[in-house]
């Protein structure tokens, strides 16, 4: 699965399945690819061994929520989002709310 956002793509795995939507980014010591968790409204960065990068979009591919460098040992939940996309830290640049992802299969 490829995003665009500001002219930026992103190759993400898909976790879709069990393992992949538990363990997500976690324990990997440098993170260089993304992870797209279809229809998930939270997140934890238990366990991480760096920050990341996330966005949480509506049915529309909506941002509705974003945060940069997210530290270690946080939860965050937002009932409206209907999917969350993980990157790497230091990814994101010039986003704004509302603005709508790119979404390639």
């Known amino acids: 699965m490829e995003i665009i956002i500001d002219n930026k793509s992103f190759n993400?795995?898909?976790?879709?399945?069990?393992?992949?939507?538990?363990f997500?980014?976690?324990?990997?010591?440098?993170?260089?690819?993304?992870?797209?968790?279809?229809k998930t409204k939270a997140i934890h960065t238990f366990f991480m061994k760096d920050?990341?990068?996330?966005?949480?979009?509506?049915?529309?591919?909506?941002?509705?929520?974003?945060?940069?460098?997210?530290?270690?040992n946080k939860i965050i939940i937002k009932k409206e989002a209907y999917h969350t996309i993980e990157l790497p830290k230091n990814s994101l640049t010039n986003l704004k709310i509302g603005h709508k992802l790119t979404i390639k299969s």
């Open 24 to 38: 997500g980014l976690m324990g990997k010591k440098v993170i260089t690819t993304g992870i797209f968790f279809p």
């Open 51 to 72: 920050k990341i990068d996330i966005i949480m979009i509506n049915k529309n591919n909506e941002i509705i929520y974003y945060q940069t460098n997210l530290d270690r």
């Open 12 to 22: 993400l795995e898909i976790a879709n399945t069990f393992k992949k939507r538990f």
